[in-house]
Each structure stands twice: as structure tokens, then as C-alpha cells.
T-cell receptor, first 112, second 112 residues
Framework: QQQVKQSPQSLIVQKGGISIINCAYENTAFDYFPWYQQFPGKGPALLIAIRPDVSEKKEGRFTISFNKSAKQFSLHIMDSQPGDSATYFCAASNQAGTALIFGKGTTLSVSS | EPEVTQTPSHQVTQMGQEVILRCVPISNHLYFYWYRQILGQKVEFLVSFYNNEISEKSEIFDDQFSVERPDGSNFTLKIRSTKLEDSAMYFC??????????FGEGSWLTVV
């Protein structure tokens, strides 16, 4: 119940294309869903986050779509650029706790 | 932009030795965390710290681990007797409120 399942494990997208990464969870107590971007040798950097009272949140080229009934959320990167090549982690946490539970990560490669 | 800073960036230690990893969280943040990432794997929660005490810890955070906030700015993770399987990147993180967590660049620990 504490797991967050992330797919795909890796993704190759052409420059200018849309990258889509999906996550699913079981624990209905989760109420905060961030996405982190990690470059090799660096710490995870908070990209965008959503709470279950909204179905979509957009910040620049990054959009989170949230489906509460399906217990799924996804990250869409529009107009993907080579600089977006990184590992992306979804995560979740709940009101009662402070721990972020991370997915296994998706390695995105944007080819020019 | 304020950031979480960690030292050392890389430490090699002999099995059985004690290690202290240090962190300076973002100055107005109240919640402090340690996470770890074994090479190529997902980020795993170790412990959270709030109001000068541990607020939550994972199964990984056993008796060989301890955390301390020795003064108003530093936050440390001590591993008492290191094992080979403790080799990982250790991330310190902080947040002003729960959930919106900012990570440092990590301390890479190699146990030989």
C-alpha cells in the first residue's frame, strides 16, 4: 500500500515531442503528489506538485494530470528538449506523515 | 536561490567505521530529512526531524543510524558501524512546511 508504481522505466522522445510518464498508487491517504527531476550526480529537484482536489496543474511546459478515482497521476512534458534529458521520479505523501514515497524513476532521453 | 548544502560530497570509509554526514538546511525551514539512493535505484526515505525530535523513520533507519541538530544551522546523520550495504548517496532535505521538500546535492558514501 505504500508503493508508488512508475512507468515506463525509460523513454526516448524526439526533440519537440511530448514525454509522458505515469504513476499509480494504492494508499488513498496520499494527498500530495510531486514530481522530481534528477540529473546525474545531483539531488532530486522539485519540478511540480499536485494535490487531489484538482485534476490538472500546469507550469510552463510541465503538466501533471491527476485521476483520483483511478489512483493515477502523470507528468507530461510538452515540446521536449535535450536539456530535459534526466531521470524523473514521481512521489507521494500523506497528511499523517512526512515521508515522501518515491517511484522507481524514468530515464528520459530527448534526441536532437 | 536558497539551497540545502551537504558535506562531504564524497567519503570513503572502512567497514565498521563511524561516519558523520553533515547538512545545512535552508534557513527558515522547520522540517529536516535524510534520504538515501543506492546506485541506480529509487530514492528511499530514512528519517524526518521536526521540533528537535524524530517525527518519522523508516525500517532502514535502525539502531546504527542517528540524527542530530547540534546547533541552529546544522543537521547531521551518523552511521555508527558502517556496512558494505550502506554504500549509497545520502541526501539531506528540508522544508518550510510538510511536503514541499528541497534536496541537497548529496553525500556519496562508499564503504570498503
Amino acid at each position: 500500500q505504500q508503493q508508488v508504481k512508475q512507468s515506463p522505466q525509460s523513454l526516448i522522445v524526439q526533440k519537440g515531442g511530448i514525454s509522458i510518464i505515469n504513476c499509480a498508487y494504492e494508499n488513498t491517504a496520499f494527498d500530495y503528489f510531486p514530481w522530481y527531476q534528477q540529473f546525474p550526480g545531483k539531488g532530486p529537484a522539485l519540478l511540480i506538485a499536485i494535490r487531489p482536489d484538482v485534476s490538472e496543474k500546469k507550469e510552463g511546459r510541465f503538466t501533471i494530470s491527476f485521476n483520483k478515482s483511478a489512483k493515477q497521476f502523470s507528468l507530461h512534458i510538452m515540446d521536449s528538449q535535450p536539456g530535459d534529458s534526466a531521470t524523473y521520479f514521481c512521489a507521494a505523501s500523506n497528511q499523517a506523515g512526512t515521508a515522501l514515497i518515491f517511484g522507481k524513476g524514468t530515464t528520459l532521453s530527448v534526441s536532437s | 536561490e536558497p539551497e540545502v548544502t551537504q558535506t562531504p560530497s564524497h567519503q570513503v570509509t572502512q567497514m565498521g567505521q563511524e561516519v558523520i554526514l553533515r547538512c545545512v538546511p535552508i534557513s527558515n525551514h522547520l522540517y529536516f530529512y535524510w534520504y538515501r539512493q543506492i546506485l541506480g535505484q529509487k530514492v528511499e526515505f530514512l528519517v524526518s526531524f521536526y521540533n528537535n525530535e524524530i517525527s518519522e523513520k523508516s525500517e532502514i533507519f535502525d539502531d546504527q543510524f542517528s540524527v542530530e541538530r547540534p546547533d541552529g544551522s546544522n543537521f547531521t546523520l551518523k552511521i555508527r558501524s558502517t556496512k558494505l550495504e550502506d554504500s549509497a548517496m545520502y541526501f539531506c532535505a528540508s522544508s518550510e512546511t510538510r511536503n514541499t521538500i528541497y534536496f541537497g546535492e548529496g553525500s556519496w558514501l562508499t564503504v570498503v
